[in-house]
């Protein structure tokens, strides 16, 4: 059996989880926690084979969660399981540690398929998400400016979208503020504005970078 963790900070869609694989014949829920800090708690202190997670969480993000997993706990695989747009996040998502990407839109059957998948050892992604990296090619034509990003800076983005200050993105990323204040600068070049209201305004209306 897979002994798989829930992690997802709206309890509708971890019971719904929860509910979907009582009848699974090879994998189990071990646990369904609400915050990425819960899931480095959680994988302490239990068996763990797959994360299926969230990336947007109220403490500790998902692309840094996905960093510690990797690096603390190899053994274990981790999935995105998220409404951000896949063409975005899945390449930071695969950079930082994770083994799959999947939508919430997609069904069970996928779902359970890409736990499998993960948990034998191999990388899942949509179909279209497949193609575009084997050949090159981009859905968007006028230009993505996520291909420009590291991971690091696709994590303080994210934070700053949500509200951070540089000294709460310091800690949470475990860089000094200093540092935090060199990526903002090198976000606003790259996506061409000037202050920090425009960065995050920017931000929240590209749909390639939430």
């Known amino acids: 059996m897979i002994k798989l963790l829930i992690a997802d900070n709206h309890p509708i869609i971890r019971k719904g989880l929860e509910l979907l694989f009582t009848s699974s014949s090879n994998i189990e829920v071990v646990g369904s926690v609400d915050d990425g800090e819960a899931i480095l708690e959680f994988v302490k202190k239990n068996p763990v084979d797959v994360v299926l997670m969230e990336v947007n969480f109220p403490k500790l993000n998902g692309l840094t969660v996905l960093r510690y997993l990797k690096n603390d706990f190899p053994d274990v695989k981790t999935i995105i399981f998220s409404g951000e747009p896949e063409e975005v996040y899945a390449i930071n998502a695969i950079k930082a540690g994770s083994c799959g990407y999947i939508s919430k839109t997609v069904n069970i059957i996928t779902i359970s398929e890409a ?5 034998d050892g ?5 179909n279209e998400l497949t193609q575009q990296l084997a050949f090159g090619t981009r859905t968007n034509k006028d230009g993505s400016f996520y291909k420009k990003l590291s991971t690091r800076e696709a994590e303080v983005l994210k934070l700053l ?21 060199t990526y903002k600068a090198r976000l606003m070049r790259k996506l061409k ?12 209306l590209n749909k390639e970078l939430l």
């Open 193 to 204: 504005v000037t202050n920090l209201v425009d960065l995050v305004n920017q931000a929240k």
């Open 161 to 181: 979208t949500i509200g951070r200050k540089n000294k709460e993105i310091s800690k949470e990323l475990d860089i000094n503020e200093k540092t935090v204040s």
């Open 115 to 119: 736990i499998s998948k993960v948990y």
């Open 122 to 126: 191999g990388i899942h992604l949509s």
